[in-house]
């Protein structure tokens, strides 16, 4: 192989976010992002957590004779919603949760997500949770390709419980 052409396949690597330590071990994920548990009992592959997401509507409203700008007010809490991805992996718990929800059955869960960062951890609960979304990732690649899973869940409530 040409020498300069050695020195560029490493940095394209980490370009493409595969980092040489990653393909060494075969693991393309090897540390969780955060620990899931659904019901007290672990999530396994993990790979992704985005949220959770929350808001609180917005209303506005003009006193009477004002002709200056409209006041706001915090109106209703919106339910939130999370997406977790992961490995497809053996566990079945996301898929069959979403089945019993299309079949006519709300299940609502509580769902925990359990990360630590720069030595401070954090807890969120979510309360009320159930899968409204199933959706699979890129089954394409080559030799080493992570196919995933993707869910959403709506909650109706969280809380952040200290450490």
Do not use: N
Not at 57 to 70: L, T
């Amino acid at each position: 192989m040409d020498r300069p052409l050695r020195r560029w396949i490493p940095l394209c690597l980490v370009v493409l976010g595969l980092a040489c330590s990653r393909s060494a071990s075969r693991q393309p994920f090897p540390q969780p992002p955060a620990a899931v548990e659904i019901d007290g009992v672990t999530l396994p592959g993990v790979i992704a957590v985005e949220g959770p997401v929350t808001s609180i509507e917005v209303r506005e409203f003009r006193e009477g004779g004002s002709s200056g700008p409209p006041r706001k007010l915090p109106g209703l809490q919106q339910a939130g919603e999370i997406v977790l991805t992961r490995q497809v992996v053996a566990d079945s718990t996301l898929w069959d949760w979403y089945q019993q929800v299309t079949s006519g059955t709300l299940v609502r869960k509580t769902v925990s997500i359990a990360f630590e960062r720069d030595g401070v951890r954090v807890r969120y609960v979510l309360l009320g949770a159930w899968p409204d979304r199933f959706a699979l990732g890129s089954l394409g690649g080559g030799h080493g390709a992570v196919h995933t899973e993707e869910v959403t869940l709506t909650f109706d409530s969280a809380q952040r419980l200290a450490p």
